[in-house]
């Protein structure tokens, strides 16, 4: 078993920046595929980005791609998204998954593990 612990998240106005983590524990997750989604109110949850168990192939949804930057750690089990340029759009809670793979997913269904989420909100 996974357990994932999303941190980071916070208000911030728009331009700005946060750095989200995702910390794993028990068996370990470390060379997991790993990605975020995120959700807003009234909507469902949707893909930013994902990585693969070794960190050398990412994959962002189109409306964050080239904003936001998702990395991993193995030795500390952690991964990182670090969203800049933030815009009251990307307000929601985000969570972080694993799969159990070592190759990157973008299909919600292929993640087995998820995390509680974090809260970030952008004002205009």
């Known amino acids: 078993q996974v357990q994932l612990v999303e941190s980071g998240g916070g208000l911030v106005q728009a331009g700005g920046s946060l750095r989200l983590s995702c910390a794993a524990s028990g068996r370990t997750a470390s060379g997991y595929g790993t990605g975020w989604f995120r959700q807003a109110p009234g909507k469902g949850r949707e893909f930013v980005a994902a990585?693969?168990?070794?960190?050398?192939?990412?994959y962002y949804a189109d409306s964050v791609k080239g904003r936001f930057t998702i990395s991993r750690d193995n030795a500390k089990n952690t991964v990182y998204l670090q969203m800049n340029s933030l815009k009251p759009e990307d307000t929601a809670v985000y969570y972080c998954a694993a799969t159990t793979r070592t190759f990157l997913q973008v299909v919600i269904t292929q993640y087995t593990y998820w995390g509680q989420g974090t809260q970030v909100t952008v004002s205009s």
């Open positions: 990585i693969s168990g070794s960190g050398g192939n990412t």
